[in-house]
């Protein structure tokens, strides 16, 4: 496949993901832009052994969170109202830019699947039937996935708020 059909085939979904990430558009679209140069520079590193969807979105988070901290700027919580609804709780109850970024922090450092499955789910707004044929597992193995990795960030979100008050 032509990295033009990748891109046409791909570009709105990494952006929806990255403008998921950080609340906002011209922001998202600067990053899903970025995202795909550095696709396109290391296409030849690309191996099949995952689904390039996948891969663009793992390329498109890391240049978020590069582009996030080469600028120091924390996720405005007032940029949310511009992001389509995910229909995800746990992001809706966030209440300041400080719990967002923790979040965001948080789920970078998950373990394997955890992060991804998570990511797919929330960002990428995957049904669990294609995350599952991504990692060659079932469903029913996305699901319980998804929901452990929830389970870790409310967890750790809980035991941050515990050490606030």
């Known amino acids: ?3 033009e059909e990748i891109y046409d085939l791909y570009f709105q979904d990494v952006y929806l993901f990255t403008t998921s990430l950080c609340g906002n558009r011209s922001l998202a679209e600067e990053i899903t832009q970025e995202a795909f140069f550095k696709a ?5 590193r690309f191996d099949g052994s995952k689904d390039i969807r996948a891969w663009l979105f793992t390329i498109a988070r890391n240049t978020y969170f590069s582009h996030h901290k ?22 809706d109850s966030l209440t300041n830019e400080e719990d967002a970024f923790v979040i965001h ?11 991804e499955v998570f990511s797919l789910r929330v960002f990428g707004e995957l049904p669990f039937a ?14 319980v996935t998804y929901h452990r990795a929830r389970k870790q960030i409310v967890e750790y979100t809980e035991a941050i708020n515990d050490e606030r008050d």
Do not use: C
């Open 1 to 3: 496949m032509e990295f």
């Open 40 to 44: 396109l520079k290391s296409i030849d």
């Open 70 to 91: 080469k600028n120091k700027r924390l996720i405005h919580s007032d940029s949310y109202n511009d992001v389509p609804d995910t229909g995800v709780t746990l992001l």
């Open 105 to 115: 922090q948080f789920i970078h450092t998950m373990a394997e699947p955890y992060k």
């Open 130 to 143: 294609k995350i599952g044929a991504l990692f060659g597992k079932s469903s029913g193995w996305a699901r």
